[in-house]
């Protein structure tokens, strides 16, 4: 069973800054792209980064680019998002997907974690 637990979250005022984790754990084979989406209430789940597995190429939205940097280690099952220069529009739920393949046997399959809250408000 895969699991991905996400950290980091919480109350910042505009201008700050907020880094977020993910941790995957359990039965993991390899890894492939790993990403962070997010969700504002009354609005759809969106894109804001991902990465490849070798971490060599990286892809942002336009309303992040410049603002935000995702980054894994593999060796730790990690990815994280360090968000900078925090606006009010970012305020939603981010949640961190990963495509695990966890057993030789087994096809690549996409895993999600529970979210975390980030609130940008004075």
């Known amino acids: 069973q895969v699991q991905l637990v996400e950290s980091g979250g919480g109350l910042v005022q505009p201008g700050g800054s907020l880094r977020l984790s993910c941790a995957a754990s359990?039965?993991?084979?390899?890894?492939?792209?790993m990403g962070w989406y997010r969700q504002a209430p009354g609005k759809q789940r969106e894109l804001v980064a991902d990465i490849t597995s070798g971490g060599g190429s990286t892809n942002y939205a336009d309303s992040v680019k410049g603002r935000f940097t995702i980054s894994r280690d593999n060796a730790k099952n990690r990815v994280y998002l360090q968000m900078n220069s925090l606006k009010p529009e970012d305020t939603a739920v981010y949640y961190c997907?990963?495509?695990?393949?966890?057993?030789?046997?087994?096809?690549?399959?996409?895993?999600w974690g529970q979210g975390t809250q980030v609130t940008v408000s004075s």
């Open positions: 359990g039965s993991i084979f390899s890894f492939n792209a």
């Open positions: 997907k990963a495509t695990i393949r966890p057993t030789s046997f087994m096809t690549p399959r996409d895993y």
